[in-house]
């Protein structure tokens, strides 16, 4: 299927679940390249099971998501290697390595992908780490980092390859509000400077409201989409009792 | 024009490297910089580079397309004078939003990390933390057995917190799952030691008394230890990993708050399970090792009765007794050491595997230590 070249991610007629518990079902809707675009709903409503097909963890039950118009489960060798290269993740927790040093970690991915000198990938791994303004020695240990700084080690990790695209798994959880309000200035300054597309799934509403271009809300019960628009305009259009609840806290 | 080459493989970035006579170096790049490009670009400039016949390097990077972090990484070591310190450099062409990416690469970054690896300990100070570890550790054992024996006499007066449910859990994953494994073990060990005793044996018309040497050895020595040896791997480890994993999830912290002691809730049912299961086993780990014994001496042409006559013979209640009583012991020392390693666990997701490691290895060494002493001691009662 061909896609046009302002959409980075599609997503046609999704089926997503584990065994045979069917979590989402009916899922569409595509990502422009450069947006931010968020996934939001209600704990229990699939975001993270949708954000595991879209990286390809899970297989989807039914229907296929296409990454720069490549379906991530069907390709292989080179090129799912390729497709892997072409977006980062930050996971919920970082998910750094904590018997390596936080340099070593960041390097990582260059180690794994790139034939550079062992100096370059050092150099190339403290600018990224200059960039997410990480206020500590790299040599130190990941358990010897508070959460916020975690977090930031974990991406420059995400993005030290360059991705198109990053994928960031509720990257405010367990943050105070000052830090993740600095991580999504952060974010912001990553798709405006770094031209990357951020898919964010989270449901903190000042992150969504501050960085978000696109939004897409998940309903538990009805296990589908059940808006998708401007967060700003969804909150003062949107007609659905759970939009409305959820934007506005009004009462269902 | 010299020096002129287009990358091979790689055929998206272009360099030209111009001279002029008055010592005037100029590098020409074009096309596109990423990780793969960048990494051959290095080295061959690399090469080029290293003795050049200038004082002053230009970089014209107007021709850059593209350019990645590792392309800017490349760009920024040149234009710093990293790659040829004699001669001056300057920059130009580059896109402004690259130019201002380039801003995140500092030389000075590079240089604070490099003062900052860790600083490799001398000898001397590595056998003095060894040594201040070792001290420790006595220390913390010491203080693990207080708690246990306060814990034990505290639990014998309050019934009701002992938890039996949890002992009979403990009883069941650590003990009767494991008879197939002590069954295969013990019988095997019975049989190979007998064959091999066989032979010489046999020389001197003496093949019957290897049932009085496998009795006295698998009832004395080797049904205990073995048992031992077997649960300090099988259990102890699990033991150790369980306590681990507790702690690094956090759960002795909130079983602290709660104003539960670690030691009286999880400790003590796995020693009481322990002290009850391995002398259970010990005894059934000496019959199943007898067994493997007889069976070959059946195999040799022995009558049964003959073998039982020997073993009767040699083989005194006391010597049961004895070894029984070392499978108390030793249930003791392998659940404590466990659990303790297990209380003990540090942070990091190395931290519980290693955890593991240390009850089994300690577990092993403080049971054939507490082996030799018992033997040195039966010597020293029988002189």
């Known amino acids: 299927m061909s896609t046009p070249p302002d959409i980075i991610i599609s997503v046609h007629d ?114 990224k780490l200059r960039l997410v303004d990480l206020k500590t020695s790299p040599a130190r240990l990941p358990a010897e980092l508070s959460g916020g700084m975690q977090k930031r080690a974990a991406l420059a990790r995400a993005i030290v390859t360059d991705p198109g695209i990053l994928f960031l798994d509720e990257p405010s959880a367990g943050l105070d509000p000052i830090t993740s309000a600095e991580l999504d200035a952060l974010f912001k300054e990553l798709s405006r400077n770094s031209h990357i597309t951020l898919v964010i799934v989270t449901h903190e509403l000042p992150s969504i409201y501050a960085i978000a271009d696109r939004v897409i809300v998940l309903d538990a019960e009805r296990k589908t989409i059940v808006a998708e628009g401007n967060p700003h305009y969804l909150r003062d259009h949107a007609t659905d009792p759970l939009v409305r609840h959820f934007f506005r806290r009004e009462a269902m | ?104 690469f500092s030389m000075e970054d590079y240089q604070a990390f490099q003062s900052q690896q860790p600083i490799k300990q001398s000898v001397t100070e590595e056998i003095g933390t060894a040594v201040i570890g070792v001290a420790n550790d006595l220390k913390e054992m010491v203080v693990f057995i207080g708690q246990v024996a306060s814990g034990l006499v505290v639990l014998l007066s309050h019934r009701r917190q002992i938890r039996a449910r949890e002992v009979l859990r403990v009883f069941e994953s650590a003990g009767v799952n494991a008879l197939p494994i002590v069954s295969i073990i013990s019988l095997l060990v019975g049989l190979i030691i007998a064959f ?22 698998m009832v004395r020595e080797l049904g205990p230890v073995m048992t031992a040896i077997l649960l300090a791997g099988r259990s102890g480890s699990a033991f150790a990993a369980e306590l681990g994993t507790m702690k690094v999830n956090e759960e002795l912290n909130a079983l602290e708050t709660m104003g539960l002691d670690p030691v009286r809730f999880l400790v003590l ?24 014994g007889i069976l070959v001496m059946l195999g040799l042409g022995f009558p049964l009765p003959m073998i039982l006559q020997q073993l009767e013979s040699s083989v005194d209640i006391k010597d049961i007794a004895f070894g029984t009583g070392k499978g108390f012991v030793f249930g003791i020392i392998v659940a404590g050491i466990a659990c303790l390693r297990g209380l003990q666990t540090r942070a990091g997701p190395s931290a519980v595997g290693e955890s593991a490691t240390r009850s089994v290895v300690s577990g092993i060494l403080l049971i054939v230590i507490t082996d030799a002493l018992f033997a040195a001691l039966i010597f020293l009662l029988k002189k």
Not at chain 1, 37 to 53: E, H, P, V
Not at chain 2, 63 to 90: E, I, K, N, R, W
């Open chain 2, 269 to 292: 049912q796995r020693l009481l399970a322990s002290l009850l299961l391995t002398p259970l086993l010990t005894v059934y780990s000496m019959f199943t090792g007898v067994l493997g």
């Open chain 1, 14 to 127: 999704l089926t997503a679940g584990y065994a045979d518990r069917v979590i989402l079902q009916h899922i569409n809707f595509e990502v422009r390249r450069g947006e931010v675009f968020a996934i939001l709903g209600t704990s229990g409503s699939g975001k993270s099971t949708l954000l595991k097909n879209l990286i390809g963890l899970y297989t989807p039950m039914a229907g296929e998501v296409l990454i720069e118009g490549k379906n991530i489960v069907t390709a292989e060798g080179d090129d799912r290697l390729r497709l892997l290269r072409s977006f980062g993740v930050l996971y919920q927790s970082g998910a750094l390595f904590g018997s390596m040093t936080v340099l070593e970690n960041v390097r990582l991915p260059l180690d794994a992908f790139t034939r550079l000198p062992g100096f370059a990938k050092d150099l190339v791994a403290l600018s």
């Open chain 2, 1 to 104: 024009m010299n020096g002129e080459k287009t990358i091979p493989r790689s055929p998206r970035v272009h360099f030209e490297l111009l001279k002029d006579g008055e010592g005037r170096l100029v590098l020409v790049l074009s096309g596109q910089l990423d990780a793969d490009s960048a990494s051959l670009l290095w080295r061959e400039l690399k090469q080029e580079l290293a003795a050049p016949p200038a004082t002053t390097l230009e970089i014209d990077a107007a021709g850059l397309t593209h350019c990645d972090s590792a392309g800017l990484g490349l760009l920024y070591f040149l234009s710093a004078g990293q790659m040829t310190p004699d001669l001056q450099v300057t920059l130009r062409g580059l896109k402004p939003e690259l130019q201002k990416a380039l801003q995140s």
């Open chain 2, 196 to 217: 091999e005793a066989a032979q010489p044996l046999a020389q001197f018309g003496a093949q019957i008394y290897v049932a009085n040497m496998i009795g006295l050895i």
